[in-house]
């Protein structure tokens, strides 16, 4: 089961974002990956093994004050990651997480030309060295290999995509 809901909000001053934008990334990105394990899990587990594969964020770590409730949405679905790499060990579950960095999907090309350019990647990067911005593709390939760990494999891991730091 791949876990992949993710909704961010436009870049707000720390101290202007209300409550309720916060509550629905929030909504999006935690409970609807709690939802998805909470209904699959199961059946995980009566097919003796599987794997929950998390799609996060590098901005999990905080990186950017004006991306605090997108980023504290995705470091709750980190800790959510974790707690179901030890519940369900015992039944052949393996749960992981993937931080792709930039790639370029419709929410992160949103209202650009579609190009990628330098401008926009030091956009993205915001003091984080030089990062390519993967395709889809790429990263479903990526997703696809840990998604297929065996029941035995690394469990509750973070694998890091960019070249920002965990």
């Known amino acids: 089961m791949v876990l992949n809901a993710g909704l961010s909000p436009d ?10 934008v916060a509550a629905d990334v929030y ?31 590098s901005l999990a770590n905080g990186y950017r004050p004006e991306r605090w409730a997108y980023a504290a949405s995705k470091a709750a679905m980190t800790t959510l990651m974790r707690a179901c790499s030890v519940e369900f060990a ?18 992160t090309m949103a209202g650009l030309d579609g190009e990628m350019n330098e401008q926009i990647l030091s956009v993205i990067n915001a003091g984080f060295g030089t990062d390519w911005l993967k395709s889809p593709r790429t ?23 960019s070249r920002k730091v965990l």
């Open 11 to 20: 870049p707000v001053d720390l101290v202007k974002v209300e409550w309720p």
């Open 27 to 57: 909504e999006t990105n935690v409970r609807t990956a709690l939802n998805l394990v909470q209904a699959t899990a199961p059946l995980l587990k009566q097919a003796g093994g599987g794997s929950l594969t998390f799609v996060g964020a």
């Open 90 to 107: 015992d039944d052949g579950v393996v749960s992981n997480e993937v931080r792709p960095g930039p790639v370029a999907t419709a929410m």
């Open 139 to 161: 990263v479903a390939e990526w997703i696809v290999a840990i998604a297929e760990f065996p029941s035995n494999g690394p469990t509750g891991q973070v694998f890091n995509y």
